[in-house]
């Protein structure tokens, strides 16, 4: 009786142990999920990688402890627990980088010129992109499919509905002819390439930005800016184009500190991640 007294304590105290176990776990990854970008955040990073996941439902396959599991079979790191100041998240960003800062949107959106260094959306993860989109020119490529824009046949990636996003858009401002002039010609799409002075692949890349008419463009390497330092700028496009391009998925380059206001991205997640910021009381990061 004695020895099995012992090894119920035994087997009891096992018990606590792996019991205490799991809830050291447990905490751990409320600690990583639901701990906001920064202090002042009320959009906690679960939300956020939520967000990334309902974008591309058939790409994100699933959401672990910092990491994003996705359909090639990659596993990318959430965060890759490194200090960085801001050029250092635009060469290197994890996930965590990419979704730090908020893009403002509705009532968010105070039309005030962005802070220094704010640019939600600039700073991309390499390996979410090439895993969404194709991790070479040739698979990126392949990837496209063709857009009518307004009488011209445009690339466009099809990964996570970013070709249906662009015809709606074509759709929506085909009802007002008077921002036709601001749309053609298009500057390009699809251009497997580097972002202009630096060795980061560009979203024209994977095909999913689209340039618009130049000719009312301002990019803040045009007016002679420099990293961290830029002239501020009179943007030329209408609001109704930056509203309808939002409405459907799209982020605009314009609402960056480093502005390229021809430039409109297709990433839904940042998009979701701004609408339950408006819900949240504005937080941008």
Not at 51 to 75: C, F, H
Not at 236 to 258: L, S
Request: hydrophobic share 45%.
């Amino acid at each position: 009786m004695a020895a099995d007294r012992r090894g119920f304590r035994l087997r009891f105290d096992w018990n606590l142990f792996a019991g205490g176990f799991l809830l050291v776990v447990a905490i751990a990854a409320v600690v990583l999920f639901s701990q906001p970008s920064s202090a002042a955040s009320t959009v906690p990073l679960f939300d956020r990688l939520a967000a990334l996941q309902r974008a591309y439902p058939e790409a994100v396959k699933a959401i672990e402890l910092n990491v994003v599991v996705m359909a090639d079979g990659s596993r990318i790191e959430v965060d890759d627990g490194r200090q960085k100041d801001h050029q250092g998240k635009l060469a290197a960003a994890d996930i965590e980088d990419m979704l730090s800062q908020i893009y403002p949107i509705g009532a968010c959106d105070d039309g005030r010129p962005p802070e220094r260094n704010f640019d939600p959306g600039r700073i991309r993860n390499d390996a979410i992109f090439r895993a969404l989109y194709g991790a070479t020119k040739e698979a990126a490529a392949a990837n496209l499919v063709s857009v009518d824009w307004f009488g011209s046949k445009l690339p466009f990636a099809r990964a996570g509905g970013a070709d249906a996003a662009l015809r709606a858009v074509v759709k929506d401002l085909r009802a007002d002819p008077a921002l036709k002039t601001y749309l053609v010609p298009s500057a390009g799409t699809f251009n497997w390439r580097a972002v202009a002075g630096t060795k980061r692949l560009s979203a024209h890349s994977f095909g999913a930005a689209i340039d618009l008419n130049t000719k009312f463009a301002d990019y803040w390497l045009w007016s002679g800016g420099k990293a961290g330092n830029v002239p501020t700028y009179r943007n030329k496009f209408p609001k109704e184009i930056v509203d309808v391009f939002e409405r459907h998925g799209f982020i605009w380059g314009g609402k960056w500190y480093h502005y390229d206001t021809m430039h409109f991205e297709y990433r839904p997640e940042l998009i979701a991640i701004g609408r339950m910021a408006e819900a949240r009381g504005c937080p941008r990061s």
